[in-house]
């Protein structure tokens, strides 16, 4: 089974940009949509990015559209995050998810493996 690990996040001012990725051991991400959550202390965790096995089609969160870029390599084992303009409200602990699926999910339920997740702090 996939095992994923994330790595990238920190401590960022207002305006500023970090870059997520999350890596894949165990197995290529070759047959597995991707996505991103994220989780404030006391809410639910959240959607925030997904992307289909091909990498063409994506989808975000309107709370990040715009912003946030999400992408994946050709050998299908790194996933990433590009964040920019980021602002205190994307404070969370960020999570990345994998589904075997052959669309692309957007509902916390429908992936299989997660990471343990990163912690991105946006001063203001």
């Known amino acids: 089974q996939v095992h994923l690990v994330e790595s990238g996040g920190g401590l960022v001012q207002t305006g500023g940009s970090l870059r997520l990725s999350c890596a894949a051991s165990g197995s290529t991400l070759m047959s597995y949509a991707m996505g991103w959550f994220r989780q404030s202390p006391g809410t639910k965790r959240e959607f925030v990015a997904a992307?289909?096995?091909?990498?063409?089609?994506?989808h975000y969160s309107d709370s990040v559209k715009g912003r946030f870029t999400i992408s994946r390599d050709n050998a299908k084992t790194t996933m990433t995050l590009q964040m920019n303009s980021l602002n205190p409200e994307d404070t969370a602990v960020y999570y990345c998810?994998?589904?075997?699926?052959?669309?692309?999910?957007?509902?916390?339920?429908?992936?299989?493996?997660w990471g343990q997740g990163t912690q991105v702090t946006v001063s203001s």
């Open positions: 992307i289909s096995v091909s990498g063409i089609t994506t």
């Open positions: 998810a994998a589904a075997q699926s052959d669309y692309v999910p957007l509902l916390e339920w429908e992936y299989d493996v």
